[in-house]
Nanobody, 123 residues
Framework: QVQLVESGGGLVQPGGSLRLSCVAS????????IGWFRQAPGKERDGISC????????YYVNSVKGRFTISGDNAKNTVYLQMDSLKPEDTAVYYC????????????????WGQGTQVTVSS
């Protein structure tokens, strides 16, 4: 069955870095896109980045562009989200999900989700 498992969250100081991992199983990674989403307390879940590992195309929302980098390793069935220059407003539960496309609107095509990993940015 399709499964996605996130890891790598934690507590970090403002300006720090974290790398999240999303291990996928039950499907061929490069047939789909993988998206990263986040949900802050009291807010909706938003898509922030995605990757299509077939052609390494990527997409970022403006709030993370230049600070976050998404990458994939088909051999390991894993997608990473390198998060640098973290801000308190990046605090959220981060989820990865399988998606059908990787461009603006990819979040509406997500069909399978991981369980999430907490990222807290605080001094």
């Amino acid at each position: 069955q399709v499964q996605l498992v996130e890891s790598g969250g934690g507590l970090v100081q403002p300006g720090g870095s974290l790398r999240l991992s999303c291990v996928a199983s039950g499907f061929t990674l490069d047939w789909y896109a993988i998206g990263w989403f986040r949900q802050a307390p009291g807010k909706e879940r938003d898509g922030i980045s995605c990757i299509s590992t077939r052609d390494n195309s990527t997409y970022y929302v403006n709030s993370v562009k230049g600070r976050f980098t998404i990458s994939g390793d088909n051999a390991k069935n894993t997608v990473y989200l390198q998060m640098d220059s973290l801000k308190p407003e990046d605090t959220a539960v981060y989820y990865c999900a399988r998606a059908l496309v990787c461009y603006h609107g990819f979040d509406r095509t997500a069909d399978y989700w991981g369980q999430g990993t907490q990222v807290t940015v605080s001094s």
